[in-house]
């Protein structure tokens, strides 16, 4: 069964940083492209990042750009989202996905709340 | 980016009817070389994280009930439930992955 467990999230001021992570089981990892799509509070969702299985695409929302760097050890079967220079606008849960074209598996979630 | 616009953004159907959503895409999702749309759709119930009904517009994931169903090709698609069942309240959302990724805005289902 493929799960994946995201961790990381919490309370952070404007401007702060916050390390996601997503430990992957079920799955060959390595094989796979991944994701992160967030949900801000009572919104809609918005794909994020992803990065190829070999970790040498990465791709992302324009809004998060030059702030958020997505990352992967696939010895550990882990995807990883540095989020820097933080914003109240980057309030939300942030999924981590397993990505085929479309996002086929999703975690659970961690909630990110950038607030003073 | 190709923008994914949902309708109705909400509706009421009695247990047992049916219940069809509408999507619409700013530019067509139909890739010519392989003649498949690149559409997905999902659900998610409150307080649980989206799941994957539905890809290429019309191909159903496996385990989800065959009251399920996706049609359409170029820039508008449907997401039907054949008979509502009470377990089908939901928000659900249409996505393309032709270009990007990007999602409708949702549209909610609950009964009447």
């Known amino acids: 069964e493929v799960q994946l467990v995201e961790s990381g999230g919490g309370f952070v001021q404007p401007g702060g940083s916050l390390r996601l992570s997503c430990v992957a089981s079920?799955?060959?990892?390595?094989?796979?492209?991944m994701s992160w799509v967030r949900q801000a509070p009572g919104k809609g969702l918005e794909w994020v990042a992803n990065?190829?299985?070999?970790?040498?695409?990465?791709n992302y929302v324009d809004s998060v750009k030059g702030r958020f760097i997505i990352s992967r050890d696939d010895a550990k079967n882990s995807l990883y989202l540095q989020m820097n220079s933080l914003r109240a606008e980057d309030t939300a849960v942030y999924y981590c996905?397993?990505?085929?074209?479309?996002?086929?598996?999703w975690g659970q979630g961690t909630l990110v709340t950038v607030s003073s | 980016d190709i923008v994914m616009t949902q309708s109705p953004d909400s509706l009421a159907v009695s247990l047992g009817e049916r219940a069809t959503i509408n999507c619409k895409s700013s530019q067509s999702l139909l890739y010519s070389s392989n003649n498949k749309n690149y559409l997905a759709w999902y659900q998610q119930k409150p307080g649980q994280p989206p799941k994957l009904l539905i890809y290429w517009a019309s191909t159903r994931e496996s385990g989800v009930p065959d009251r399920f169903s996706g049609g359409g090709s170029g820039t508008d698609f449907t997401l039907t439930i054949s008979s509502l069942q009470a377990e089908d309240v939901a928000v659900y959302y249409c996505?393309?992955?032709?270009?990007?990724?990007?999602f409708g805005q949702g549209s909610k289902v609950e009964i009447k």
């Open positions: 990065i190829k299985y070999d970790g040498n695409d990465k």
């Open positions: 079920g799955f060959t990892f390595r094989n796979y492209w």
């Open positions: 996505q393309q992955y032709y270009t990007s990724w990007t």
């Open positions: 996905a397993r990505l085929e074209d479309y996002f086929d598996h």
